[in-house]
């Protein structure tokens, strides 16, 4: 099993670009999340996919847009990029938000720079 | 919201002695706390988790603690090694709402030979 996978690693864009972040997970699990890493900051929720055909939005939602494309698949979109975007990326899956086990799966991450 | 306080941000110590991180919590409905370990560059893993009908656990070199009357709980690492070297976050999952676990802003713990 390859858990949870994301790309691309690293990525450079300028102020406007629009650019999609994409996650995948082999585990079968329902719930899957986005998170960004700052330094200091801790992990931030951006948005998060409860179940397959949901989406909720996180704690730091502006600016950014997802799709749970299907059960295993949840991408994050950034529209018109700004340097305050940059960060890393997390995804992440759990087998569900409300039922044991509670357990989150992280993916390698994305280092993204804004110009 | 939960809200989740973690100190200290760095922590240094010698090989072989402990190493104790501290969170609070504010939602008293918060009922499974878990501690991830990411080392530099790389993802957040598991290392420990508690639940709240639970007053400790441990895992050969660590342990965690929780005290639900004072809403916090630690993570204690005896017998320090250099490859314990890493940032640890702490996070409290509550038992409604959204169920979604809010972490803390991490420590680094740097482990010296």
């Known amino acids: 099993n390859a858990g949870v996978t994301q790309t691309p690693k690293f990525q450079v864009l300028k102020t406007g670009q629009s650019m999609t972040l994409q996650c995948a997970q082999d585990m079968n699990h329902n719930s899957m999340y986005w998170y960004r890493q700052d330094p200091g900051m801790g992990l931030r929720l951006i948005y998060y996919s409860a179940s397959e055909g949901t989406t909720d939005k996180g704690e730091v939602p502006n600016g950014y847009n997802v799709s749970r494309l299907n059960k295993r698949e949840f991408s994050l979109r950034l529209e018109s990029a700004a340097p305050s975007q940059t960060s890393v990326y997390f995804c992440?899956?759990?087998?569900?938000?409300?039922?044991?086990?509670?357990?989150?799966?992280f993916g390698p991450g994305t280092r993204l720079t804004v110009t | 919201g939960e809200n989740v306080e973690q100190h200290p941000s760095t922590l240094s110590v010698q090989e072989g002695d402990s190493a104790v991180i501290k969170c609070t919590y504010s939602d008293s409905a918060s009922n499974y706390f878990p501690w991830y370990k990411q080392e530099l560059g790389k993802r957040p893993q598991l290392i420990i988790d508690i639940r709240s009908n639970v007053g400790e656990k441990k895992d050969q070199r660590i342990a965690v603690t929780l005290n639900k009357t004072a809403k916090h709980f630690s993570l204690h690492i005896t017998e320090t090694q250099p490859e314990d070297s890493a940032v640890y976050f702490c996070?409290?999952?509550?038992?409604?709402?959204?169920?979604?676990?809010?972490f803390g802003r991490g420590t680094s713990l740097i482990v010296h030979p």
């Open positions: 992440a899956s759990s087998f569900s938000t409300s039922g044991a086990p509670y357990e989150q799966y």
């Open positions: 996070a409290a999952r509550a038992s409604g709402g959204s169920y979604i676990p809010t």
